[in-house]
């Protein structure tokens, strides 16, 4: 059974400031990865798609990679800024069917 | 274009009831999704239709819970006899085959 785990589980950084949010994955066998944005009480956003044939994909100052081998990808943000603020979420579709299996998400809070 | 839409953004019941929650998808996505979110967690699988079938239901957590998609477009998600339990964000996503899942913004039930 996949399982997806994303750390930290929250994390709290001034303005400006470049970061990383990790996603793991135990089943490597996967068909592609998302990067998804959550607003509280919202629905999701979809970020980043990444082709399990794909290194990485870049949207703006978003960038996010992917190593199938290890189970991990990345989500790296640029300069961030407040309205940055929002939990994000990485979920992976298996080879063999559509469903998406998430993680819990990252909460980032991005201070003026 | 219009974003996935669902009906109602809000639900409250008592233990016991029957409700449905509808979900309007992209025009022209074939494929349509649901999944359930509790507090903290990250969405999970319920049940993913392709055109009027239903493909995977694997994820649906007992018979209490179902979903019908009459003519390949609207969906309605059915509990029956609601638990406190049941409790949570219920989202619905679409797609075109197997690309990018868009969200809706998601009901949220509370069963009192």
């Known amino acids: 059974k996949q399982e997806v785990t994303q750390i930290p589980a929250a994390l709290s950084v001034p303005e400006g400031e470049n970061l990383v949010l990790n996603c793991s994955f135990t089943?490597?066998?996967?068909?592609?990865l998302q990067w998804f944005r959550q607003d509280p009480g919202k629905g999701l956003t979809s970020l980043l798609l990444?082709?399990?044939?794909?290194r990485e994909q870049t949207s703006g100052r978003l960038n996010a990679s992917l190593d199938k081998s290890s189970g991990r990808s990345t989500l790296y943000i640029a300069a961030s800024q407040p309205g940055d603020s929002a939990t994000y979420l990485c979920?992976?579709?298996?080879?063999?069917?559509?469903?998406?299996?998430f993680g819990k998400g990252t909460l980032l809070t991005v201070n003026p | 274009g219009a974003g996935v839409s669902q009906t109602p953004s809000n639900k409250v019941t008592e233990k016991g009831k029957y409700v449905e929650l509808r979900c309007d998808p992209i025009?022209?996505?074939?494929?349509l999704y649901w999944y359930r979110q509790s507090l903290g967690q990250g969405p999970e699988f319920l049940i993913y239709?392709?055109?009027?079938?239903?493909?995977?239901d694997s994820g649906l957590p007992n018979d209490r819970f179902f979903a019908v998609r009459p003519e390949g477009s609207v969906s309605t998600l059915k509990i029956q006899r609601t638990e406190r339990g049941d409790s949570a964000v219920y989202l619905c996503?679409?797609?075109?085959?197997?690309?990018?899942?868009?969200f809706g913004p998601g009901t949220r039930l509370t069963v009192l």
């Open positions: 979920a992976v579709r298996g080879g063999s069917n559509y469903k998406l299996t």
């Open positions: 089943d490597s066998a996967i068909y592609n």
């Open positions: 990444i082709q399990s044939s794909q």
């Open positions: 996503a679409s797609s075109l085959q197997a690309d990018t899942q868009y």
């Open positions: 239709f392709q055109g009027t079938g239903a493909a995977d």
């Open positions: 025009s022209g996505h074939t494929a």
